[in-house]
């Protein structure tokens, strides 16, 4: 019986996490606000009926759709990798953007057979990607949403190409039922428990 009752605890759980969060669209004045913000999860719905489900780049999750909107042309570097400060000399993960106009120098080494890509920034950083971990968007390209995923080429949707801007938010009315239904959930389990205890003790 405590089996049963720590798998039903489970799947109450696991309902009560898929259930508390929801897309909501965007309208067109809270786009021209400059919303979505950029650590927003979001969901692009384009013209063609394209959809993609896509996380800032600042968010390390594994086999996730990275995104960047840039709104003025010009050259940036994306990637995943290590960062280290040449001050304090400490290294830590790097998710994130670096613009050009911080980069003070960079080069292509090959150490064991296995290709990185250094950056040293005017901030006093010493950046380090592996092959596949980055990707370097010009000025030509222009702006728009640019979408990526490590060791794959980065996609541009142009802002002409969008239909809808979905954001991810909590969903405060299910997260509100669903708890109440998980402690009713609870309650009705444990009742049977003990009942089911007492026949035995009979």
Do not use: H
């Amino acid at each position: 019986m405590k089996n049963k009752i720590f798998i039903s605890l489970l799947i109450v759980s696991f309902f009560n996490y898929i259930g508390c969060y929801s897309y909501y669209t965007l309208s067109n004045e809270e786009i021209k606000e400059g919303k979505p913000e950029p650590t927003q999860v979001i969901k692009l719905l384009l013209k063609n009926g394209s959809e993609f489900e896509c996380v800032p780049i600042s968010q390390y999750k594994e086999n996730s759709l990275f995104y960047l909107r840039i709104d003025t042309a010009g050259t940036y570097l994306l990637g995943q990798g290590e960062v280290f400060n040449l001050s304090t000399r400490i290294t830590s993960k790097f998710n994130g953007v670096i613009r050009e106009d911080m980069i003070d120098s960079s080069r292509i080494d090959t150490i064991s057979s296995i290709e990185r890509f250094s950056v040293w920034s005017k901030n006093n950083e010493w950046f380090i990607f592996k092959s596949g971990n980055y990707s370097i968007i010009t000025p030509e390209q222009g702006i728009g949403y640019f979408i990526w995923s490590p060791n794959d080429s980065i996609r541009k949707v142009s802002f002409n190409d969008v239909k809808e801007i979905q954001e991810d938010e909590i969903s405060w009315s299910k997260t509100t039922l669903l708890i109440v239904l998980s402690v009713a959930a609870i309650a009705g389990l444990a009742l049977l428990s003990i009942n089911e205890s007492l026949k035995w003790d009979k």
